[in-house]
């Protein structure tokens, strides 16, 4: 006997499949970029701040990808290392020639504009980020 999986909606119809649906996908850049070369862009067209996680999600649309940066170290991380978030911050302050006092203020610069960011692995110096106006 086959179950009916059809998930139901609040007032007891049926929630409508798509074809067409995506899924976004979340990228985690220590496993996208891990080798001298290795490239990953992303040219949001969303950005939303959480301040309570003190994170910023950026969301490529056209891509159907995310990057979720944070702005500070988890306490029990094994390397402290710079947050990906300050790197994103002095990667705009460069392009922008300005300077960026919150996490707020950089949700608002690239809401305001459009932004193409590239992550290069540079061999012994880690993982640059680059940002352009597009």
Not at 19 to 40: I, M, P
């Amino acid at each position: 006997m086959k179950e009916d999986t059809k998930q139901t909606t609040l007032f007891g119809g049926y929630v409508e499949e798509t074809e067409n649906e995506q899924t976004l996908v979340f990228v985690k850049v220590h496993e996208e970029v891990v080798s001298e070369g290795d490239q990953f862009t992303l040219t949001p067209n969303n950005v939303i701040y959480n301040e309570t996680k003190n994170c910023m999600t950026m969301i490529d649309s056209d891509k159907n990808q995310a990057l979720t940066v944070w702005f500070e170290n988890h306490p029990n991380a094994k390397y402290q290392s710079m947050p990906d978030g300050i790197r994103l911050g002095r990667a705009v302050e460069k392009v922008m020639k300005i300077n960026l006092a919150t996490a707020q203020d950089l949700e608002d610069c690239m809401t305001d504009t459009k932004f193409e960011l590239n992550i290069t692995h540079t061999g012994d110096k880690g993982r640059l980020w680059t940002v352009k106006q597009v």
